[in-house]
């Protein structure tokens, strides 16, 4: 059934914003002039006194010393400084990763060559006196037709008596040497013996040509081919004694230390110089070492800072002097740095305010501005005039800290907070957003990694502020947004991170340092959140959330002194929820609101009838006028209380507009049949004393409090009814309502009435669903 084809259109039924109306035009160009005149004044500050006659520019008129004079040069000096500091000599230091891992190197590669000799065997194989080192030299690693040649040569020397030497040497003259060795051992010691010396040989050979084949695949460069015969013909003695060494030469050029870009020929130069000369494999070790050492040295960039800063503060001042009545500067010249020097000195450089470089930045906080003000549209928040201000607040704060000399001074996780969690996270990205840019391009002085990782803090913390529900969900937060920064700062950091040291001992713990500050300044957000709340009039979900405790004095007062209306209270805050939740309104200020909307009963909990329990009804003892008293009593005996208990004004506002301008219709209907009883007309009953003081609702929220209000008392005496029939009756109680205008300014429209209607019926029968009826043999064996 539609109650609301005929129902007269009231103005201000159309949708509208959710809080309440907005500051005038006036009165928001005001707050857009005041917003970008103070931030363009904290941020342009470097603007404010700015000489006329700087340099460069040309002088409108000679200009002398009106006395002796003597003035530092700071700009000079300090580029000096600044010169001294790039040009400074890079300090350097061992690197503690790459050092023991050269060592290790070296020792693995002799360590290799020490394996290979192992297997190759020892040698001399035989006694020198049998044959000499050249001739055991040549005969392991001679070839395999030369080995033949030898052979023959063996079976020749079994003959006795022994052929004539002449017809035994061969024709090769690498095997002539060894052939008359062999030849002089036979004719001493016999045949049996050269064949014990063959067969020594053949088992040299055997282990040499092993080692040569495992040297081919250890070794990828051709430093032990080079040096085989050598390696392989050396006694164990002197091995070890060249392989000590190389190493205690490797460890005195890597204590020196190796520079990174150092040149082979210079490098080769360092390592002959600690090598003793009259070493034997002094070739070998010279190799070895060229080709394993590296630098080892990198840039300590700690001590290379503070070396340099050392030089630059060093450097002496410069100073600028002059005799009084000379000429400073000619009329036409350009003015140069010593001259302004002079000129600023004597107070002759037409300080004055810089109006240009001001514009310009008001043009830039003017885009800022713009910006949040679209950014607040687009997010359908109605702010006030107060809310304008302490946005405006929260963000001079930023530019203000920047001012001052504390290394920590950026906020922006206490920005991202504040504004995200009493406004809306939109809002306090868009603000943290435009507060990093401006600040970056007004500070000369910024440390951008801290920027950076302020910027990240703020915007998260604005983008989680939304979704917190309680104050120990944002301290958490404040421990997210420490370790992001510290994590974002290091990060930047290590873009020119030095070495490993470094990174521990500095970068670390200045990350870490940072990381506490962000924590800090949203712990100092959350000491500040409940006075701007209070001072300002907001409500956040998290007051909201407090403010809803049934602990809460008046709320714990409500439900001891007057339990029905407590109750009813409990079904209008059901209804009034989910029919906010339907249109998109306020869920949670309309749970406070209304758990807040009949506090005045407890003034007087026997005059309503839903506290009287059955009891005798106060009103029959009373007449009609002074039963409405006691009636409109509890709404201005309920603001006074909430004023008394310092209640936000939205939520103060759900007391008197839950009731609006309503009539009071019994008691109205009782005057009228009283004044008729005693011979007056009806209408001389005055209606207004049998209505509401008001104002109607003028939000949405008190407007769906308003209905819900209206039905509860006639949805919970509905017990058997149908849906339908529910429907009904709300449905005539919301046309009842229309028709009055109570509905006029709160924003509903009337389009919008029926879906709460359908929402109040849903609720209805959750709270009516019938229950399972159990046989009377269960309920018996019950008692």
């Not at 714990?556 to 209804?575: D, I, R, Y």
Request: hydrophobic share 40%; glycine share 6%.
């Amino acid at each position: 059934m539609n109650f609301w084809s005929n129902s007269k259109q009231h103005r201000g039924q159309g949708q509208s914003p959710t809080r309440r109306k907005s500051p005038s035009q006036l009165s928001a160009s005001v707050l857009a002039v005041v917003a970008v005149t103070s931030l363009t004044s904290v941020i342009g500050d470097r603007f404010y006194n700015q000489p006329q006659l700087a340099v460069d520019t040309i002088a409108p008129k000679t200009i002398t010393a009106p006395s002796d004079g003597e003035f530092e040069d700071t700009k000079t000096t300090e580029a000096k400084r600044q010169e001294i500091r790039q040009g400074a000599i890079p300090s350097l230091k061992r690197d503690p990763e790459v050092t023991p891992t050269i060592k290790q190197d070296l020792k693995t590669l002799l360590d290799d060559i020490s394996r290979v000799r192992t297997i190759s065997g020892e040698f001399p194989f035989l006694d020198p006196q049998i044959l000499s080192i050249p001739s055991q030299t040549t005969l392991r690693q001679a070839s395999a037709a030369q080995w033949e040649t030898v052979l023959a040569i063996a079976d020749q020397l079994e003959i006795s008596p022994l052929p004539p030497l002449d017809t035994l040497l061969p024709t090769d003259a690498n095997l002539a040497t060894p052939s008359r060795e062999l030849y002089a051992y036979a004719g001493g010691a016999g045949p049996a013996a050269v064949q014990r010396v063959i067969t020594t040989i053949m088992v040299a050979r055997e282990g040499y040509q092993q080692a040569i084949a495992e040297a081919q695949t250890t070794f990828n460069t051709d430093l032990f081919q080079t040096h085989q015969t050598f390696l392989l013909r050396l006694s164990d003695a002197e091995w070890e004694q060249v392989r000590n060494d190389i190493l205690q030469a490797g460890d005195r050029i890597l204590t020196q230390g190796i520079p990174p870009g150092i040149s082979p020929s210079l490098l080769q130069e360092t390592i002959q110089v600690q090598l003793e000369n009259d070493r034997s494999g002094r070739a070998f070790a010279i190799d070895t070492l060229s080709q394993t050492l590296r630098p080892n040295l990198i840039e300590d960039r700690e001590e290379t800072k503070r070396r340099s800063e050392q030089a630059a503060l060093a450097v002496e001042p410069v100073v600028v002097s002059i005799d009084s009545g000379e000429v400073i500067v000619t009329k036409g010249e350009q003015i140069s740095q010593e001259d302004f020097v002079l000129l600023d000195g004597f107070g002759l450089s037409d300080r004055q305010i810089n109006w240009l470089g001001l514009g310009g930045y008001a043009l830039l906080v003017s885009g800022g501005v713009a910006i949040t003000i679209l950014v607040v549209t687009k997010t359908k928040k109605n702010l006030r005039r107060r809310d304008w201000v302490l946005l405006l607040l929260i963000s001079l704060s930023t530019p203000l800290l920047g001012l001052t000399k504390f290394p920590y001074n950026n906020n922006l996780p206490a920005v991202g907070l504040l504004t995200g969690s009493l406004y809306h996270p939109h809002i306090a990205i868009t603000q943290v957003a435009l507060l990093s840019g401006i600040t970056g391009i007004s500070n000369e002085n910024i440390k951008w990694d801290h920027l950076i990782a302020a910027t990240v803090g703020g915007i998260i913390a604005a983008q989680q502020s939304g979704k917190l529900r309680s104050r120990e969900e944002q301290a958490s937060l404040g421990f997210t947004i420490g370790a992001m920064q510290a994590v974002v700062s290091l990060a930047w950091n290590l873009i020119a991170s030095a070495s490993a040291e470094t990174l521990w001992y500095v970068l670390l713990p200045e990350a870490l340092i940072f990381g506490f500050s962000g924590t800090v300044w949203i712990i100092i957000a959350l000491g500040l959140s409940p006075y701007l709340e209070r001072f300002f009039e907001l409500l956040t979900p998290i007051r909201l959330a407090e403010l809803s405790n049934p602990n809460r004095p008046l709320l714990a007062k409500l439900a001891k002194e007057t339990p029905g209306t407590f109750q009813h209270t409990l079904f209008v805050a059901s209804l009034a929820e989910a029919a906010g939740r339907q249109l998109g309104c306020d869920v949670e200020l309309i749970r406070a609101g209304t758990l807040y909307h009949d506090i005045g009963k407890t003034h007087d909990p026997e005059g309503f009838i839903e506290n009287q329990q059955g009891g005798p009804n106060k009103h029959d003892q009373l007449s009609p006028y002074e039963s409405v008293e006691i009636i409109r009593k509890h709404v201005t005996e309920g603001e006074k209380m909430a004023k008394k208990h310092k209640l936000p004004k939205a939520i103060r506002d759900f007391i008197p507009e839950h009731q609006g301008t309503m009539q009071i219709s019994y008691f109205y209907h009782q005057a009228r049949a009283l004044a008729e009883k005693e011979g007056h007309p009806p209408d001389s009953v005055d209606e207004q004393l049998f209505r509401y003081a008001g104002p109607i609702p003028q939000s949405r929220e008190t407007g769906v409090v308003m209905l819900a209000d209206s039905c509860e008392a006639a949805l919970r005496s509905l017990k058997e009814a149908t849906p339908d029939q529910a429907a009904i009756m709300v449905n005539r109680i919301f046309r009842a309502r229309w028709q009055d205008g109570q509905l006029a300014e709160s924003g509903i429209a009337k389009n919008e009435l029926p879906s709460i209607v359908d929402v109040f019926v849903k609720v209805w029968e959750q709270y009516n669903h019938k229950r399972i009826a159990y046989p009377q043999a269960v309920l018996e064996s019950r008692r």
